[in-house]
Each structure stands twice: as C-alpha cells, then as structure tokens.
C-alpha cells in the first residue's frame, strides 16, 4: 500500500516562501513521475510542477521561475519549493505519483493534501 504524506502548508504574506514535503512509503524509484497539483478554492485540480525519474521536471506557466520541484532519492521524498508567493497561489496543494507498468497501464497515488493561503 502505497502512502504519500506531505507537509509544509500554512499561511505566509504575499512576497513569501514555503516548502512542500512529500514522503512516500516505498521506494520512489518505482514511480515513473512524483509532483504536485493543486486545488484551488472553487476551481477544478490543476498541475503545478512534476519531476521525472530521471530528473527532469515540468512547470505549470504560472509557476514558472518560483517554484522548484525536487526530489531526495536517500529519503523518499519529493518538495516543492515556493518563492514570491502570490494570493492566487492559495489553494490545497496535493503530492502524486504516478506508475506505469510495461503494459501502459498506469496508476495515480495520492496524498491527503495540505493547505497553502497566501494573504495579500
């Protein structure tokens, strides 16, 4: 079973940083792709940043140059860091993995996700 706990929500002033932790219970190698959506209030899910298993990453446009996507393979753990926070960044921020299997089927995991309000 798989378990994606994150971390590092809270509320931080406009101009601000924060940083996401998602820990994974098995080995993220098995993962073909970890990252980060995000929800917010009255819209639908939407991507912000993924990482690769071999590294390399992916950016929503809106985040682009503010947020960093990386991974420290030793712990399990996927972040996200946040800088020059805006209030449009307020959202539910949720942590995924994705597996795909030789067959091209592919599975989603998910973790509870964690608030991020940003205040003007």
């Known amino acids: 079973q798989v378990q994606l706990v994150e971390s590092g929500g809270g509320l931080v002033q406009a101009g601000g940083s924060l940083r996401l932790s998602c820990a994974a219970s098995g080995n993220i190698f098995s993962f073909n792709v970890m990252g980060w959506y995000r929800q917010p209030p009255g819209k639908q899910r939407e991507l912000v940043a993924g990482?690769?298993?071999?590294?390399?990453?992916n950016y929503a446009d809106s985040v682009k140059g503010r947020f960093t996507v990386s991974r420290d393979n030793a712990k399990n753990t996927v972040y996200l860091q946040m800088n020059s926070l805006k209030p449009e960044d307020t959202a539910v921020y949720y942590c995924?993995?994705?597996?795909?299997w030789g067959s091209g089927e592919e599975f989603d995991y998910w973790g509870q996700g964690t608030q991020v309000t940003v205040s003007s």
């Open positions: 995924y993995a994705r597996r795909v």
């Open positions: 990482i690769f298993s071999r590294g390399s990453t």
